[in-house]
């Protein structure tokens, strides 16, 4: 844990002890410096000191003479989001995490604000997609609770959060297995949810939820099992170099690694000239060619040695097409 994350708990657990101070007053002040750890941690350290300072409010909850349940609410709601973001926390703790919000939903349903409420349905939607991933949820549960945050999060009042539902819907929509006569349907959904959410955000004022919904707007036409493969790339193509604008590799060089990758997927698939597709596409190969060399060096250097590997295996097949085109 990092020595500022430490002498914070360390105040917090003194004035936690402090009799002479309300437990109210007490358990507030314990959210706030769990949440201001949580903001920016260092370490899952200060994930799991937030974890039990958030602990720490609960039981000071308990013990006070007032019923504060809707105090209770939001700090187990906080919890849950340490929770969730722990990155070694595994199932374990994402299924913490999913109980917690079940938990307080009726509560701050029953007296919070509806933007509580929203928010928590929201972190719940994420919960349930990533344990969807592993076969411990259906992923029908995390749209469902995305489709209840959008009631609260509509686009004119709440640009942003209605942006990030419409990117988490439509990811959560391509997720399903493309195994049944709905496939194109639920492709065709996602894409819709993408452009929905970048009609209510913008380049200057929503900068990273652009790049990410230009982002995932460009995968999903790139992979989408239609008759249109060259025009959806040429479009896949426009977007990643709309994230581009944000995603630079000075400022956000892993999110910029990811995106060049995938600019390169599409270059690799697409002739040189979409008119003339028998000519082939020996120029867009090579141009995909010096992305994934770059992401690959970029990848390597941030320690994200998977994404690495990934990009290296692609890389040596493109190097093999291109030794073979020329041979």
């Not at 374990?92 to 109980?99: G, I, K, P, T, Y």
Request: aromatic share 4%; proline share 4%; glycine share 6%.
């Amino acid at each position: 844990m990092a020595v500022r994350a430490e002498d914070e708990v360390r105040a917090a657990l003194a004035a936690a002890d402090d009799e002479s101070i309300d437990s109210v007053e007490r358990a507030e002040m314990l959210m706030e410096i769990a949440l201001g750890i949580q903001r920016k941690p260092r370490s899952a350290e200060d994930l799991r000191a937030a974890i039990e300072l958030y602990h720490r409010a609960l039981a000071l909850c308990e013990a006070g003479p007032r019923d504060e349940s809707l105090l209770r609410a939001r700090i187990r709601a906080r919890q849950a989001t340490a929770l969730q973001a722990l990155p070694d926390g595994g199932i374990d703790s994402l299924e913490a995490a999913r109980d917690a919000y079940e938990e307080v939903l009726p509560i701050l349903s029953g007296g919070g604000r509806p933007e509580e409420v929203a928010e928590v349905e929201m972190n719940l939607g994420l919960v349930l997609q990533n344990l969807a991933g592993e076969r411990r949820a259906p992923i029908t549960s995390a749209i469902s609770a995305y489709q209840r945050a959008l009631r609260t999060f509509e686009r004119a009042r709440f640009p942003k959060e209605f942006a990030i539902l419409q990117n988490n819907l439509a990811t959560a929509f391509l997720s399903i297995p493309f195994s049944d006569e709905r496939a194109k349907m639920r492709e065709a959904l996602a894409v819709q949810a993408f452009e929905e959410g970048l009609r209510v955000v913008n380049l200057i004022d929503h900068p990273i939820e652009y790049a990410m919904l230009q982002n995932n707007l460009g995968n999903a036409l790139q992979y989408a099992s239609s008759g249109h493969a060259v025009e959806n790339n040429l479009r896949a193509l426009d977007a990643y170099d709309e994230a581009l604008k944000v995603r630079r590799r000075d400022t956000m060089p892993v999110e910029y690694a990811n995106t060049i990758a995938n600019k390169a997927n599409c270059l690799w698939n697409l002739p040189d000239d979409p008119e003339k597709p028998d000519l082939g596409n020996s120029r867009h190969l090579k141009e995909a060619r010096d992305h994934y060399h770059e992401a690959r060096a970029i990848f390597a250097g941030a320690g994200e040695h998977g994404r690495a590997r990934v990009v290296a295996e692609a890389l040596d097949a493109i190097e093999r097409e291109i030794l073979g085109a020329s041979a």
